[in-house]
């Protein structure tokens, strides 16, 4: 099983609105990702988490907040976004053993900000 | 930072022809190589990947070959079929961090 599901798969909000994407996996996978991909763009990296702790974050504005509660979850809590905020959100999982990271996608949460 | 170049930026070819795609990178460090395939409304999706200690890798039509001097790695795709017709992505990838191109649309017609 190499599936990553994220919830919702569709989200539309208002700038003032607060909501949560969702992510889950259940392969043991230790490291989980958040990218943002925009139409006709290659995914951009968001935040990594390395065993339920934050690694990486790429300088993403304070109104995306990552949140990963176990080994299994991962949350991105939203925040008084803005237009140009809509995109495919992508969440991947991948093991962190050896120099291999291969990287399970989920199919994305499309996000439309009004 | 890494930054990975991919060309052509779309490819068209008649069914039962070969596609090849190319990437270059730019840190050294970098020592893993994925392709994905992503259709629409979906996740990218790994197709093939190759390690910076192997050349070459090949998985029935599809075939990954790496020049680690150069910093260039590529993609090659025979005997093509319409469901091939995706938008492919080449990454370059340091531990966790992960860096892709800017992705190739390629269209099979039958």
């Known amino acids: 099983d190499t599936e990553v599901t994220q919830t919702p798969k569709h989200l539309v909000m208002g700038m003032t609105n607060k909501k949560s994407l969702k992510c889950e996996q259940h392969m043991g996978h230790r490291a989980m990702y958040w990218y943002k991909q925009k139409a006709k763009k290659p995914p951009e990296l968001m935040f990594v988490?390395?065993?339920?702790?934050?690694?990486i974050n790429e300088s993403v504005p304070s109104r995306f907040s990552p949140e990963c509660p176990n080994s299994s979850l991962l949350n991105l809590h939203l925040h008084a976004l803005q237009p140009e905020d809509s995109a495919l959100y992508l969440c991947a999982s991948s093991q962190l053993r050896g120099d291999k990271n291969i990287q399970y996608f989920g199919a994305g949460t499309r996000l439309s900000v009004l | 930072g890494e930054n990975v170049e991919q060309h052509p930026s779309t490819l068209s070819v008649q069914e039962g022809d070969s596609a090849v795609i190319k990437c270059t990178y730019s840190d050294s460090a970098s020592n893993y190589f994925p392709w994905y395939k992503q259709e629409l409304g979906k996740g990218p999706q790994l197709i093939i990947d190759i390690r910076s200690n192997v050349g070459e890798k090949k998985d029935q039509r599809i075939a990954v070959t790496l020049n680690k001097t150069a910093k260039h790695f590529s993609l090659h795709i025979t005997e093509t079929q319409p469901e091939d017709s995706a938008v492919y992505f080449c990454a370059a990838s340091n531990n966790n961090d992960m860096r892709f191109g800017a992705g190739t649309r390629l269209t099979v017609k039958p």
């Open positions: 988490y390395s065993y339920e702790k934050l690694s």
